[in-house]
C-alpha cells in the first residue's frame, strides 16, 4: 500500500523506459517489507537543474540515482560529493538529507570491479568517455590495471579522461593494440552495431568482454559466438546494488536478496 507516509526513491533518465532499477528495488522493498517506493523520472537534460531544485523540497523523497546521460551534470547541483564523485566528476547515486541538501556518490566503479574480478596487471580497452567510463576507469587504475586504454568518438572527450588518471597510466587506444587487450568494457549506448565496428575475433581467446548495457546488444552476441569471456550488462548493476541500497535506506541486504530481485531478469551470477 503506498499512501503518504511512503519513502519514494527514483532515478532520472533520458529516456527513462528501459531502466531496470524500478523493478529491482521494488521487489527488495516488498520482499522485506519496507513503506518505499521507487519510480522512474524522464528528465531531458536542460530541465535537469530545475529536477533537483525540486527535490530538495520533497520531503519524502529519500534519494535518486543518476543515469544516462545525466551522470556529470548532475554533479554541478549537489551540495556534498564522496570522494570518488569529487575526483572523477560523474555520480549515480544521490541521498536527500532531511534538510533537503543532496549528497552524491559514485558507486559504478564498485560495481565494474566487483564484476570483473582481479584487474592487475591488466591491459584495459574502455570504448567510451561518457559518465560511466570515468568512473570505470578510476575503478581499473586504483585496482592496479597496468595500463588503460580509452577509445571514443571524440578525440577530445578521450584526452579528458585521459588527463583525469594519473601520468602514464591511461591513452589513447589505436587499433593494433587490439590482440594485447586483456579486458575489453563497452560503456556506450549503443547496442544494434558492435561500437567502432572492432574485430573482436583478434582479441586473445582467454579476453574478458564487459558490456554495461543491460539489453541485448550486437557487442554481447559477437562475443558469446567467439566464446569470449563474457560479463553480460547486469552485472555492475548487481554487484552495486548492496551499496546503493545501504546508502539508500541505512539497511543492509543480503547476497539471497539481491539475487532474488535480478532474478525477474533472469540474471543469474
Not at 522493498?29 to 513503506?35: C, I, N, V
Not at 587487450?181 to 581467446?205: A, C, E, G, N, Y
Not at 554481447?220 to 550488462?233: N, V
Request: hydrophobic share 45%; aromatic share 8%.
Amino acid at each position: 500500500m503506498i499512501s503518504g507516509h511512503t519513502k519514494v526513491f527514483t532515478i532520472i533518465a533520458h529516456p527513462a523506459a528501459h531502466v531496470a532499477a524500478p523493478a529491482i528495488y521494488n521487489r527488495l522493498f516488498e520482499r522485506l517489507g519496507l513503506d518505499m517506493v521507487y519510480i522512474a523520472h524522464d528528465v531531458p537534460a536542460v530541465a535537469v537543474g530545475r529536477t533537483l531544485q525540486a527535490y530538495r523540497a520533497w520531503e519524502n523523497l529519500g534519494g535518486f540515482n543518476v543515469t544516462i546521460p545525466h551522470k556529470e551534470v548532475t554533479v554541478e547541483f549537489l551540495d556534498t560529493l564522496c570522494p570518488i564523485t569529487a575526483h572523477t566528476g560523474v555520480v549515480n547515486t544521490v541521498v536527500r538529507q532531511e534538510d533537503g541538501t543532496l549528497l552524491g556518490y559514485n558507486t559504478d566503479g564498485l560495481g565494474a570491479l566487483h564484476a570483473l574480478g582481479d584487474v592487475k596487471d591488466a591491459h584495459c580497452l574502455v570504448i567510451g568517455a561518457g559518465g560511466a567510463s570515468r568512473a570505470i576507469v578510476d575503478a581499473l587504475i586504483h585496482g592496479g590495471a597496468a595500463q588503460v586504454y580509452i577509445l571514443n568518438r571524440s578525440r577530445l572527450r578521450a584526452e579528458q579522461l585521459i588527463e583525469q588518471a594519473p601520468v602514464g597510466r591511461a591513452a589513447l587506444f589505436t587499433d593494433e593494440l587490439l590482440p594485447e587487450m586483456d579486458i575489453v568494457i563497452q560503456t556506450t549506448p549503443v547496442s544494434q552495431s558492435i561500437p567502432f565496428d572492432l574485430d573482436l575475433s583478434r582479441l586473445k581467446k582467454d579476453a574478458c568482454v564487459f558490456e554495461i548495457v543491460m539489453r541485448d546488444t550486437a557487442f554481447a552476441r559477437e562475443a558469446s559466438m567467439l566464446k569470449l569471456k563474457l560479463i553480460p550488462g547486469f552485472a555492475m548493476l548487481y554487484h552495486q546494488t548492496r551499496r546503493n541500497f545501504k546508502l539508500f535506506t541505512g539497511l543492509d541486504i543480503t547476497d539471497d536478496d539481491v539475487r532474488d530481485a535480478f532474478a525477474l531478469f533472469g540474471y543469474r551470477p
